[in-house]
Each structure stands twice: as structure tokens, then as C-alpha cells.
């Protein structure tokens, strides 16, 4: 099996006084679609806010590529090719749609090592515009104009601008009709498919997301309580009794 | 059947060049649970917020009871008994959980401010009655070990029970839950099931509830109502509406996976 | 919320003891003086604080309502000999109504847009107290303010009217606290959070707001008609924008949400440029630097920084349990 | 009244409404990255003025050269109040950063006052203090470079921040700086750099002003008033509005003084702002709501 | 525990108390405008009293008395001018205070004086300081009153009928404005604009070009620098050729840097201080001002304006009071400061009685102009 693409190991993250992670290990092979699960403030949030940067683990390492990113800033890191898509999308709400997928290339500017040429940037937004046509529609508008489905397609839009090889996505499925969602859930299976993406996803619906997630772990107060292919969980009694609640879906 | 508790006829709200909702009739029942699903940006937030009175309706009326509410601001509306909550959660953040559910209960007992600012003995009088009955109610829901927490500090799922909590000190007659189910996972949200349908038994009241969660939906509403760009496509019981084919493909999409 | 008030009851009575027993121990009329014109600008500051702190609205212009009750009472006890004690209660009067007619369409405001019309409001205040000469005297000031009397008998010294504005500081404490343990300060900090949660818990939001308006544009003007008695001099320089800053800053400093902390921060930025009188010249950059340090090293105000402290020397000091897990947060 | 007249308040009325704009420009870009106003930015404008007198006196420099100086050390000041004052703080609610850009103008008043003395200068006109008749009213050359440049200037920002993409991210940081950083944008970056575009555009807008309004270590104060002012009166956050915000204060104020009364100039002015901000809460030319509380 | 932080903030506020210890010098109390909108006139006024201070030290202090001077500066804000004036009279238990420089913080302190049975000698000008007369208040600089005079006597002489007032909104232009109002239509004048500018406004155009409007044969500005050389500048490049008349509140060196080319040609009243090469050898001024001049320039580096003067005045004045009566009671130099006879200073001679606590008349000014940027006697 070849290197895992996201490697963590031991991480401590303190939130204020609250110890928000403890010893947490996980790591996400390239092409996966790894899931996390977990009750309210289970600390699922703080994992990925601490990958992307925006929060300091105290102790404990984050290595993305073979490299330690676990003192980066969170720019740098998206320059790294990890792109975080927010819990409740945090689009620029009053910049155009157009605008809101320009600034996510933004990363890409200048030098270095993955910088792009203004023609390949342009080349990112047709494609992005493509593949989410609701968005070529409205690409003038207002991004806080847009409904709540069409504003989570805009945020994973503008994520994919910075050519991430790491989505990390915060409940994209929040506040969104099933229908939206299950959409959602299929671009993002199309992702990985035919762009080779992989992505670390957090969901509070499990069961969804277990379904189309390779493995996932299960997050309790802070620690891995338990991890492993998505079949084996959601079979799993103890998951099923905590997390998936009575199926009416299937 | 009883005289409904809520009524609204051929409500029209419009955003600049927008028609958010277009002749929208909705009437709901003392004692029953009336859902309202659909879409994103199908106009559900903005119906509870012309309902509630947050933004202003260009057509239609709106009764609660007796009382014709079309022009009553907010606040009125809540005092004659028509309390909502919120999709994102709008808890005061900065009190804690007791104060919370207090503040729930301040339209309710009507002392003058000055009397507050003096505290008269009739002010002292209402603090401890409001101060009870918030216990009382935050026992209800579950919180009662929590009540000298920060709201702030209280963990998501909790903070949601807290919403409601505080929404039930108004006494309502009419509550209107906007997406109480958002952010809750599987377990969580089977708990606030059964809260709710304990909170329609004791305190008999008419509930109105948007919300995205099928099996939430499913379970509890009596009436399902179904809004897609800003008009009602479809109405009845919740199976009915789940087998109605221009639902299925609108909103809830077939069930593929 | 009844254990807070009773803790909050304590606190106002060891503040008025040590005040009271101060004069003596500071022994002359310098340091009184001092002590006077602290208890003035704190009373200001609560009310302030009820406005910003807890209400999360701004004024720009409480400079302008402490000049409109200085003015007021000068102008009726001096100028038309109406006695001292009814001319006081006009100038709080005449600053209420200014108030609320200025809050109403004002507070309809938000944020920067509130500031810089509670600051253009003090400045125009601050306009009409140097231009209209002939009723305020101009910018070389009021004199002959008559000394504070009531009931004919006048407070002939200075320790008997810095005990009466102390008095009345504590009346000012004791409603903003009573205000803060009561139905109306909940509502005032459910506005603050939240005015659509607010109103959907039956709150008249632009009321409310009026209310507090009025009431801390009260205590301010209250603050200038015993300033004005005080002193017996008043010029215009005293309320302009530059002090109306110097509120803000006082409350903030002092930590926004506490009504001790508030007090605090007005004593404090009333003593410091005493205490930096020696440095002369450089007393402004050393008054910049202090206030630029204390709002980076103590973002919760005084206050907060203060309880910090005093639990961490409560900890060294006694080594035992924390019986009450709510104590030393500071009010509200 | 005759025109001449006229037309002379509404020339004195442009000319100090410049100044009020170009200070309203400076705030405007430290909001549209912060959300912060920043009441040092008065300073700015007192260190462009002062800086070039000094550069001018003391060192014997030539006026050009003296100004670019002082907009470079003005520049350098700004990145330093960033540095020092606000980066180590950036998280703190906005009040205690609006207490703090209070400090650090107190600061950088006493250190002004302390090196270069309590004194009023004057600096010379760029290109002679000959007026030139215009319809009958007088027109110096020194307004006709203070328009000039503040156009200049006003249309440079209008492009930056509505057509480069550097522009965008500077605003997308006000928005929401946590989104910002996650699309890759340095937030700390942004903040340095409209500290220091807003230094550059005081300091420039002090030093083309001196030779017209005279300079000295206080006269910050008073700009950072009809700045904001003049911030507000066009609407937060537009660069657009703030000029023109500015250029409306001047010309009220100076049709107050030449039409009504003198003594009540700048009553006037605000009670017309008051009047504005009650019929339009956000400002001639802001959004509907305002975006920040 | 809330009792116990209160009382650390009051203890913080007793930790401040300096002691003052008691010694033989002569101690002399000042409240000045250091810093603040009046720094102007506190600076050169602290300055001349160090000077002072050092200089009558060196010659063995007064009456075999170490002179000890203690300044605080009130910052130009009358709050601070009377916690300065009790801290002064409470703490430092001073003989005599000097000060404050502005009217309005004067008068805000004026009635400590007689309770403490504390002389105060002012340096600031306001007419309202000395009349009525308070037993325990004088002040040095020449009234507003005479400088008017001065000025009208001058616009009669000339035959200028209608005269526009341009005058400054803080309490020295307000001082001005209202003698002017009195005094222009009492000498047969006519007031014709009457006009209003801020202590901080950089334009005074629109005030100039509504002058002009009214077509006076003079205009009056009554001001203190900045201000009145903006008018000045204003009034070259509006092309307004009336003629313009300054106070004496600018009669300082720095107004003419500041006017540029456009003073030449004002006409101002002003002590004899601003030209003293043109003060004739007879006049008993010209010595007494020739060495403050001549000591100021060179401990400062700038030559002396005349409210340094007014400071100069005050202390010559003390230490007189305290040789006439060889007495350091604050009691006999009050008495004594009534019985100083044909006194010269740098602002006039004075000559102080029981009903005049200023001792000043008209000729403590001259008529100035400004010719190639120097002072002028013109009569």
C-alpha cells in the first residue's frame, strides 16, 4: 500500500481549558475518502481546523506529503495542496461568485512551486464553472445571494480553485434539502474519482457519509474510539446504537 | 375540528426583484404538528420570519386565534403568545442557561421598568415567580443540572434543548421551530423527537416546524406542507406527500443510495 | 441570580465604606478634589457601561449630556435664581428629554453609523455651549455657579459635598445593579447578543434601547449638574469629543461588563495624570503607552485582569477549594 | 449673493474637503481588511505635514525629496503600529483595538510634540503661492495639486480594490479573515500591508496639504473627526463614498460659513450629516445593511 | 473579595501621595498651559520662570531666601488646572501661585485664593480676573480693553468708518470679540461683519470672502496663532486689499513665519517686547527688556514672546511685593503687591492700587507693523 498522503500522530490540542483532542492518530492514503464521525463536540471540527492551521496542536505531529505542517500558516498550508472547506461554508458573501473561485487560486499567485499561470487559472474557473453549472448561472451574483446548497457548492468550487490534493470537508451536507445533499455527496464521490482527490470528510449524518467514505474513525470526547473500513462500522453495533439511529433511508 | 390556532392567507413576501414566497395559505392546528419542507431557497426561513413578524409581508394576513397580527411587529407577536426559534442557533451566549429561559419568560409578567430599577417588592415578587418557572422548564427539557452554566460554554446538541427551553418560558401558544433537527446526529435528533412530541402533550400548543430531517418530519408532523420557489407544491399527511411524485423530484430525490 | 446581587450588594457597601473612611485618611483638600472628580466620572461611566457594555450600543456623545446637565442647572440657578436643588433636578430633566428625543431616531442606528451620530450629537452639543454666549457664557466659561444647596442649607465645605456626591454614586450603582439583576438588564444583554432572538422573546428592542439611552444620558447629566455646583465654574473645553473618548475608553479599559471594573477604569484614568504630572513632558507618551499596553495585556479591562490576579493570589494564599465555581467572573 | 462668491466657498469648500477625503480614504482601507476604524489615522496625515517640515528645516532637503521621505517614513510608522500594537492583539473584539489605535495616537502625538515642538509650520506652496483668477473667485495652484493627487489616488484605490485581485483579498479578509486564510491568503499580510497603503495615503494627503492648512503636532485630531465623518457620510467601507464624503463636508462647511453663519459652520454640517444618517443609515453611497455591527 | 479589590484601588491612589518636606526656600507656585491648545503661551511662560528661578538664585535668591519654583502643567484642561491649583495650595503649601495662562482655568481657580489666604498672580489677560477686584487675585498682561483702544484710535485716525471683525471661537477671541462689539459702536463706528472662525480650522476663505461682501474700510482678526496667519494668507490670495488688523495675540516671531509674505503691511498693538531696538533709550522698559531678550535668546534658542513676558512680569511683581516688605507671609505680599508704584516690566509699568489689581493703562502698547518680515513701530 503506498504512503499515506495525511499522516497524524499523537496530536494534543488545548481549546481555551478544554482539552479538545487527545492522542489523536489518523492517517488518509492518497484516492481515499476517509470519515469522520462523532457526537457534538467531539472534537471533529478542532481536528480539521488544526490541520488546515487555523488552530495550534500543542503537541503531536501533522505531516501532509512527507512534510511537518503542524507549525504552518494556514496559507501555506493551502499553498501546500490541503484545502479546507468550513463548517458553514464562510463564503465572501458580498463578493461576486466569479470572484469568490478567483480568490481561491489566490494561493497560487507568484512563485513557488505549485504557482500557476494566469491562463491555467482561467482554465480552473471553466472547469469549476462546469462542473457545478448553478454557478455559471449566478457567477455575477452576490455569493450571500445564493441559497444554502448553491453557497456549499461555491465553497468546495473555490477549494478546488487552489488545486487541492486534500479536501477537508466540514459538513457540507448542514442545513442542506436531502435532495442537495445527495448531490453534494455525489460531486464529491466524482472528485475522487476522476480527479484522484482524496478527502478527509466530517459529517454528522454517519450513515451518509459512511456510505460513500473508503474508512472512517469514530471520534468520542477528544480520542479515536475506534476506526476502520466503512462496512466494518457501519455494521457495527456500537455505532449503530450511538450514531445511525434508526434507518429510514434504506 | 377545531378553529385553527394560526392563519395565514395568500402570503406574499418579495426581496427587491425577488419573489421569495407567492400566495402561500397556512393554517395549523392547536395541538398538532404542521411540518414545512422543500428545497433551499424555497422561501421555508423567510415564511417563518414573516410569520414571527422579522420581515414584513407585502400580501396576505395573518390571524392567531382571534387576534389579526398582519401589522404587529415582533415582539407583539411573541407577547400574544407566537414564539419562534432559530436555524442558526441564537442562544445569549453571554447569560446563563437560567437567564436564558428568564429572559424566555419576560413578556409574560409586566412590571414597569422603573419598578426593576428601584426593585420594588412587586419586582422581587415577579423575579422569584419568572426564576421558578424557568427551573421548571429547563427541568422539562433536561437542563435543570445546567442552569448556572454559561450558555455559552454548553456543548451544541444542548444549546439546541436550550432554544427550545427558552422559546417554551414565553408560554406559547404557537411555536415555530426552525430547523431544531440542524446539526444533530442520528441519536440526538430521536431524543429531540420524542422532546417535542412531550412538549406538544404538556403544554398543548400548535407547532409549526421547518425542517430538513426526513425521519424527524416523518416521525412527528401531523400536516406536511411542501414549498419549492416560493409556492406550496404539495399538502397533506406525511406519507402522502412522501409519495408525491413532484416532491420526490423537487426535494427529496429517488432514494438511490 | 440572587446570590449575584447579594455578592454585588457587598461590593457596593465595602466601596462606599472605603470611600467614606478615605478623606480623613488622605487628610486635605487636594486629594479630595481628586477623590471628587473619580466619583463623578464613574458615575458616567456606569451609566456608560449599562449602554455599551451590556446593551452593546455606543455613545460618542456623553461628554455632550454631562455638558447639557452642567449647563442646564448654571444657567437656572445662576442666571434666573431658581433654587439650586430644583434647577439640579431640571438639568437631569432637560438631559433625560434631550435624550430621548435624540435616541429616538439615532438608536435606529448600528454600530460605526451609531458612533458617529452619538459624536456628531456632542459635537453640536459642544458647538452650542461655546457659541451661545450669551446663555453659557462662551469658551472663557460659567462663573458664579452658585455652591450646592438644598433646602436652603448649603454644603459649605468640600468634604460635605464630595459625601453627597458619593451618596448619589452609590444611588447610581445600586440602580445599575438593580437594573442588571432584573428583567431589563437580561433583556438588555438578550439585545445585545441577538436582536432577532430578542424580539422573538417579546422584547421591544428599540424600547429598550431608549430606556438605557435615557437612563445613562441621566446619570451623566447628573454627573455635570454636581459638577457644575462643585466647581462653580464650567467652560465648554470640559465636554467636548475628546471626553466623550475618554468615557469610552474608561469603560472599556475598566472591562465593559463589570460595574466595579467600569469604576475602576474611571478612578484609574482620572488618578494617572496626577500621578504623571511629574513626568512633564513626556506624561503623554507615557499616558499613550499605558493605555495601548493595559488594552493588550488586559483585553478583559481591569476587571477581568484584576480577578485573574486576585485568584491566583487567593490560590497561593489559601490553599483550599474553590467552594463557589462562579466566583471572581466578574458581574453580569 | 453673486457668483463670484459662490463660486468661491464651493473652491475653499473642495479644497479642505480634500483633506477630510483623503483622511476618510485612509480609514476606509483599514476597515475594508479589518472592520477596525482606525483612530490613528489622523496621525498618518500630521506625520506626512511634520515630516516634510522636518526634512525640509533640519536637513535642508529639497521639498520633493523631503516629501517622498516622509510618505516612506510614514509608511515605515504605519507597518510599525500594525506590528507592535495590533498583529499580537488581532483577536481581541474590535473595541479594544479601536482603544488601542486611540493609545497609539496619543503616542505618536506626545512623540511628535516631543521632537519637533509645539510650533505651527508652513510648508511652500509646489508651485507658487500666485493665485489665479478663475470666474472672478481666486484659485491657487496648491488646490488644483491637492485635487489632482487626491483623484490620483482615489482612482488607484478604486481599481485596487474592485479590479485586482489583491484588492479582493484585502476585502475577503474583512469578511471573514478565517475564510481568507483558508483559501490562502496571508491575513496577517493584508493587515501590515492596508496599515501601511493606509500610512501612504495620510502621509501623502499631509504633505499636500501643509502648504494650504499649515501643520503642526495636534492638527491630527481634528482630521480624524471629519475623516470619519466623512467615512460615514458616503458610506463605511466605499472608497468612492469616503472622497466624496469628504468633498460634501467641505463644501457644507464652507457654504455654512459663507451663507449662514461662521460661528455654526460646523454645527451645520453635522446636524446635515444627523439629518442623512436618520433618512439613510448607512450612508449616501453603503450597502443597504450595513455589513458589520 | 470585591471589597478587597476596591480597596487596592484606593490604596493605588494613596501610594501617590508625595510627601513634601517643609524647607527655607521661598516657594512659588505655577500653573501653566505647558501642553494642550495654550502650550503657546505656558512654554515660553515655564521657560522665563526656570530662567527666572536660576538667575535670581545665583544672586543669592530674595531676601536671603532660596527661590524654589514648582510648575505643573494643566494641560490647557480646567479640570486639571484645579486639582494643579489645590495641589499646589493643599501640598505644596506655596507662598504664592503664578499662573494659570488661560482666563477661563483663572477664573475656574480664582476663588480657592482668598479661603487660603494665598496671593495669585495671573498671566493671562480676561478683564473678568481683576474686576471686581478679588483681594487676593492680580494679573500682569495688558488688557484686551487697551489693545482695542489702541487699534480704533489708530482706524479713527485713518478715517475708516466701517470696520468687520474676524474673531477666533476659544475664550482669547471671545474676550476680544465682546470689547470689540462694545467698544467699536461706542467710538462712532460702525460694525458692519461680524465673523467667526475655530481655534483649529485651516480656512477661513468662506469668512474672508463674506467680509469682503460687506465692504468694511478695515477688518479686525482677533486670534492667536495658527488662525490669524491663515487669514492673513487667505486674505493676500483672495486679492482682498482692505486693510487688516491683528491683535496682540500674535505679536510673535513665529506669526510672521507662518504669514509668510502675507503679513507685510498688518498692523497690530503689542508690547514693546517684539521690537525692543525701537524702544527709545529714556523709556524705563528698554533695559529690563533688552536683557530678557538677550538671556531669553540665549539659554532657549528662540527669541521670547511676550507671554513669557507676562510670566517675567509675575514673579518681578512677587519678588517686589517681598522686598518692599521683607516679609515671605502670603499676607504681606498681597499687601504689599497693592503698593507697587511705577514698576517697569516687560509688558508695561505698573502701578497696582487697592482697586486696580492690573496697574497696566494704553501705553503699555505700541503700534506695530510688519515691514520685510520685522517689527514696526509706527507711532
Given at each position: 500500500m503506498n504512503a499515506p498522503l495525511l499522516e497524524i500522530t499523537n496530536l494534543d490540542v488545548f481549546y481555551g481549558k478544554i482539552h479538545a483532542l487527545r492522542n489523536v492518530s489518523l492517517n488518509v492514503r492518497p484516492g481515499e475518502i476517509v470519515s469522520l464521525i462523532g457526537g457534538n463536540g467531539a472534537g471533529k471540527t478542532t481536528l480539521l481546523c488544526t490541520i488546515s492551521g487555523l488552530i495550534r496542536a500543542s503537541s503531536g505531529a501533522i505531516t501532509f506529503a512527507g512534510e511537518d505542517i503542524s507549525r504552518r500558516a494556514p496559507e501555506k498550508i493551502v499553498q501546500e495542496g490541503c484545502s479546507h472547506v468550513p463548517e458553514g461554508r464562510l463564503v465572501f458573501s458580498p463578493l461576486s461568485v466569479a470572484d469568490n473561485l478567483r480568490l481561491g487560486a489566490y494561493g497560487r499567485r507568484g512563485a513557488g512551486p505549485r504557482a500557476e499561470t494566469r491562463e491555467q487559472a482561467t482554465e480552473d474557473l471553466e472547469r469549476i464553472l462546469t462542473m457545478f453549472p448553478v454557478l455559471r448561472e449566478r457567477r455575477k451574483q452576490a455569493a450571500g445571494t445564493l441559497s444554502g446548497g448553491e453557497q456549499q457548492m461555491l465553497a468546495i468550487g473555490r477549494a478546488l480553485m487552489a488545486r487541492p490534493r486534500l479536501l477537508l470537508l466540514d459538513e457540507p451536507g448542514m442545513g442542506l434539502a436531502p435532495l442537495v445533499t445527495r448531490e453534494i455527496f455525489r460531486h464529491i464521490v466524482t472528485l475522487r474519482d476522476s480527479l484522484g482527490l482524496t478527502v478527509l470528510l466530517v459529517e454528522q449524518n454517519a450513515r451518509r457519509a459512511l456510505k460513500i467514505a473508503d474508512r472512517g474513525y469514530v471520534l468520542e470526547t477528544g480520542r479515536v474510539t475506534l476506526e476502520g473500513p466503512s462496512r466494518e462500522l457501519l455494521a457495527n453495533r456500537d455505532v449503530q446504537h450511538a450514531y445511525l439511529g434508526r434507518d429510514i433511508d434504506g | 375540528m377545531a378553529e385553527p390556532l394560526l392563519r395565514c392567507t395568500d402570503v406574499g413576501v418579495r426581496f427587491g426583484g425577488l419573489q421569495a414566497l407567492a400566495g402561500v395559505d397556512l393554517s395549523a392546528l392547536p395541538g398538532e404538528i404542521t411540518a414545512v419542507i422543500g428545497p433551499n431557497g424555497a422561501g421555508k426561513t423567510t415564511l417563518i420570519n414573516a410569520i414571527s413578524g422579522m420581515v414584513q409581508a407585502q400580501r396576505g394576513t395573518f390571524r392567531l386565534g382571534a387576534d389579526?397580527?398582519?401589522?404587529?411587529p415582533a415582539h407583539e407577536r411573541s407577547r400574544l403568545g407566537l414564539v419562534r426559534t432559530f436555524q442558526n442557533l441564537e442562544i445569549f451566549s453571554n447569560m446563563t442557561v437560567l437567564e436564558n429561559v428568564m429572559t424566555g419568560c419576560h413578556a409574560r409578567l409586566r412590571v414597569p421598568a422603573w419598578a426593576s430599577l428601584l426593585r420594588t417588592r412587586a419586582s422581587r415578587a415577579m423575579e422569584k415567580t419568572i426564576r421558578d418557572e424557568a427551573l421548571e422548564v429547563l427541568d422539562f427539557v433536561g437542563l435543570f443540572e445546567l442552569a448556572k452554566y454559561q450558555a455559552k460554554d454548553l456543548p451544541f446538541g444542548k444549546q439546541r434543548l436550550l432554544e427550545l427551553a427558552r422559546a417554551l418560558g414565553a408560554r406559547p401558544r404557537l411555536l415555530l421551530l426552525d430547523e431544531p433537527a440542524a446539526g444533530l446526529n442520528m441519536s440526538e435528533t430521536q431524543v429531540l423527537a420524542d422532546l417535542i412530541l412531550a412538549v406538544r402533550e404538556h403544554f398543548r400548543l400548535g407547532i409549526v416546524l421547518v425542517e430538513h430531517d426526513m425521519d424527524l418530519v416523518m416521525r412527528i408532523s401531523d400536516q406536511v406542507m411542501v414549498l419549492c420557489f416560493g409556492q406550496v407544491i404539495s399538502r397533506g399527511t406525511p406519507a402522502q406527500v412522501q409519495r408525491d411524485p413532484e416532491v420526490i423530484a423537487a426535494y427529496l430525490g429517488d432514494d438511490e443510495d | 441570580m440572587s446570590v449575584g446581587y447579594r455578592r454585588d450588594m457587598r461590593w457596593l457597601g465595602g466601596f462606599l465604606v472605603v470611600l467614606l473612611l478615605a478623606p480623613p485618611l488622605l487628610g486635605n483638600n487636594y486629594y479630595l478634589t481628586v477623590l471628587t472628580m473619580c466619583c463623578l466620572n464613574a458615575m458616567i461611566a456606569v451609566g456608560l457601561s449599562l449602554l455599551v457594555g451590556h446593551a452593546g450600543q455606543i455613545s460618542l456623545g456623553h461628554a455632550g449630556f454631562y455638558g447639557l446637565g452642567a449647563y442646564t442647572t448654571a444657567a437656572l440657578s445662576t442666571t434666573l435664581g431658581v433654587p439650586v436643588g430644583l434647577s439640579m433636578l431640571a438639568g437631569v430633566g432637560a438631559t433625560s428629554g434631550v435624550a430621548a428625543l435624540v435616541g429616538l431616531p439615532a438608536l435606529k442606528l448600528k454600530g460605526h453609523y451609531l458612533a458617529m451620530a452619538t459624536l456628531g450629537f456632542g459635537v453640536i452639543l459642544s458647538i452650542l455651549f461655546n457659541e451661545t454666549v450669551g446663555v453659557t457664557g462662551g469658551p472663557s466659561g460659567f462663573t458664579g455657579i452658585p455652591r450646592l444647596s438644598l433646602f436652603g442649607v448649603e454644603f459649605s465645605s468640600d468634604l460635605s459635598v464630595y459625601y453627597f456626591i458619593l451618596a448619589l454614586l452609590g444611588l447610581v450603582i445600586w440602580v445599575a445593579f438593580n437594573i442588571l439583576h432584573s428583567r431589563v438588564g437580561r433583556a438588555l444583554r438578550a439585545l445585545h447578543t441577538s436582536e432577532k432572538a430578542a424580539q422573538a422573546m417579546g422584547i421591544d428592542i428599540a424600547r429598550y434601547k431608549l430606556f438605557i439611552f435615557v437612563v445613562s444620558a441621566a446619570f451623566a447629566g447628573l454627573a455635570g449638574v454636581l459638577y457644575a455646583h462643585y466647581l462653580t465654574f464650567i467652560a465648554p473645553a470640559s465636554f467636548g469629543f475628546l471626553f466623550s473618548v475618554q468615557l469610552i475608553v474608561m469603560v472599556v479599559l475598566g472591562g465593559m461588563t463589570s460595574v466595579p471594573g467600569t469604576i475602576a477604569g474611571a478612578f484609574f484614568l482620572t488618578v494617572l495624570p496626577e500621578f504623571l504630572r511629574?513626568?512633564?513632558?513626556?506624561e503623554i507618551l507615557l499616558f499613550g503607552a499605558i493605555l495601548v499596553l493595559c488594552m493588550m495585556y488586559l483585553p478583559d479591562g481591569l476587571a477581568g485582569g484584576s480577578s485573574r490576579l486576585w485568584r491566583l493570589v487567593w490560590r497561593k494564599m489559601f490553599v483550599r477549594a474553590e467552594k463557589d465555581p462562579m466566583e471572581g467572573g466578574g458581574n453580569g | 449673493m453673486d457668483q463670484a462668491s459662490l463660486l468661491q466657498y464651493l473652491i475653499t469648500g473642495l479644497t479642505v474637503g480634500a483633506t477630510y477625503g483623503l483622511t476618510a480614504l485612509g480609514f476606509t482601507i483599514i476597515f475594508n481588511t479589518t472592520g477596525i476604524i482606525n483612530f490613528a489615522q489622523g496621525e498618518f496625515v500630521m506625520l506626512g505635514g511634520m515630516m516634510s517640515v522636518f526634512f525640509m528645516r533640519a536637513l535642508g532637503l529639497p521639498e520633493p525629496l523631503a516629501i517622498v521621505l516622509a510618505v516612506a517614513g510614514t509608511t515605515l510608522i504605519g507597518a510599525l503600529v500594525e506590528r507592535l500594537a495590533i498583529r499580537p492583539v488581532r483577536d481581541c473584539p474590535a473595541i479594544n483595538l479601536v482603544i488601542i489605535t486611540i493609545g497609539v495616537s496619543i503616542l505618536i502625538r506626545g512623540a511628535a510634540m516631543l521632537l519637533w515642538g509645539k510650533d505651527t509650520f508652513a510648508l511652500p506652496a509646489f508651485s507658487g503661492a500666485a493665485p489665479v483668477a478663475f470666474f472672478g473667485a481666486a484659485l491657487m495652484p496648491q488646490t488644483l495639486w491637492v485635487l489632482a493627487i487626491s483623484l490620483l489616488i482615489l482612482a488607484g484605490l478604486k481599481m485596487f480594490f474592485s479590479r485586482s485581485i489583491h484588492g479582493k483579498a484585502m476585502l475577503a479578509c474583512s469578511f471573514d479573515p478565517k475564510a481568507a486564510a483558508l483559501v490562502g491568503i496571508g491575513v496577517d499580510r493584508m493587515v501590515l500591508l492596508s496599515f501601511m497603503i493606509s500610512a501612504l495615503v495620510g502621509a501623502v494627503g499631509g504633505a499636500i496639504l501643509a502648504p494650504i492648512t499649515l501643520t503642526s503636532f495636534d492638527v491630527g485630531v481634528m482630521l480624524g473627526l471629519k475623516g470619519f465623518a466623512a467615512c460615514i457620510l458616503g458610506g463605511l467601507g466605499n472608497p468612492f463614498g469616503a472622497a466624496a464624503g469628504g468633498l460634501i463636508l467641505g463644501v457644507l462647511e464652507s457654504l455654512g460659513a459663507g451663507l449662514i453663519s461662521s460661528a455654526y459652520k460646523d454645527a451645520l454640517a453635522f446636524v446635515i450629516l444627523l439629518a442623512l444618517l436618520f433618512v439613510r443609515p448607512s450612508g449616501l453611497f453603503g450597502q443597504k445593511d450595513g455589513k458589520r455591527v | 473579595m470585591k471589597m478587597a479589590r476596591a480597596a487596592a484601588i484606593v490604596l493605588a491612589l494613596f501610594t501617590f501621595l508625595g510627601c513634601s518636606k517643609e524647607s527655607d526656600s521661598f516657594k512659588i507656585g505655577a500653573v501653566l498651559s505647558v501642553t494642550g491648545p495654550a502650550s503657546f503661551l505656558g512654554e515660553p511662560e515655564k521657560n522665563t520662570l526656570l530662567m527666572l528661578q536660576d538667575e535670581l538664585n545665583a544672586k543669592g535668591g530674595v531676601e536671603g531666601r532660596k527661590v524654589q519654583i514648582v510648575i505643573y502643567d494643566d494641560e490647557s484642561d480646567v479640570n486639571k488646572c484645579v486639582m494643579a491649583a489645590k495641589k499646589l495650595i493643599e501640598n505644596d503649601k506655596v507662598a504664592v501661585v503664578i499662573g494659570p495662562s488661560i482666563s477661563g482655568n483663572t477664573l475656574a481657580i480664582a476663588k480657592f485664593f482668598a479661603p487660603a489666604k494665598i496671593p495669585l498672580v495671573s498671566c493671562s489677560a480676561a478683564e473678568k480676573i481683576v474686576k471686581p477686584v478679588d483681594p487676593w487675585v492680580f494679573n500682569t498682561p495688558q488688557l484686551d480693553r487697551h489693545a482695542v483702544g489702541k487699534i480704533l484710535m489708530d482706524a479713527k485716525k485713518k478715517g475708516y468708518a466701517k470696520l468687520a471683525i474676524l474673531t477666533v471661537s476659544d475664550g482669547f477671541g471671545q474676550a476680544g470679540r465682546a470689547v470689540l462689539q462694545e467698544l467699536i459702536p461706542a467710538q462712532?463706528?460702525?460694525?458692519?461683519a461680524d465673523e467667526v472662525f475655530g481655534p483649529k480650522d485651516t480656512d477661513m476663505s468662506a469668512q474672508l470672502t463674506k467680509i469682503k461682501g460687506a465692504a468694511p474700510d478695515a477688518i479686525i482678526c482677533w486670534g492667536t496663532n495658527p488662525g490669524p496667519a491663515v487669514v492673513a494668507r487667505n486674505r493676500a490670495q483672495l486679492g482682498i486689499t482692505t486693510p487688516l488688523y491683528m491683535s496682540h495675540g500674535v505679536a510673535s516671531k513665529k506669526f510672521i513665519e507662518l504669514a509668510g509674505v502675507s503679513a507685510e503691511g498688518l498692523i497690530l498693538p503689542a508690547g514693546r517686547l517684539v521690537a525692543v531696538s525701537q524702544v527709545p533709550d529714556g523709556n524705563p522698559q528698554k533695559a529690563l527688556l533688552t536683557k530678557y531678550v538677550a538671556d531669553y535668546t540665549k539659554k532657549f534658542g528662540t527669541a521670547p514672546s511676550t507671554f513669557g513676558g507676562h510670566a517675567y512680569d509675575a514673579l518681578m511683581l512677587v519678588t517686589e511685593a517681598v522686598k518692599m516688605g521683607k516679609s515671605f507671609k502670603p499676607q504681606d505680599i498681597r499687601d504689599n503687591l497693592e503698593k507697587i508704584k511705577a514698576m517697569p516690566g516687560t509688558a508695561g509699568v505698573y502701578t497696582m492700587t487697592p482697586e486696580n489689581h492690573n496697574g497696566l493703562d494704553e501705553s503699555a502698547f505700541v503700534m506695530v507693523t510688519i515691514e520685510k518680515g520685522e517689527w514696526k513701530v509706527v507711532d
Open positions: - | 389579526d397580527i398582519t401589522f404587529a | 511629574a513626568f512633564e513632558n513626556v | - | 462712532g463706528l460702525a460694525l458692519v
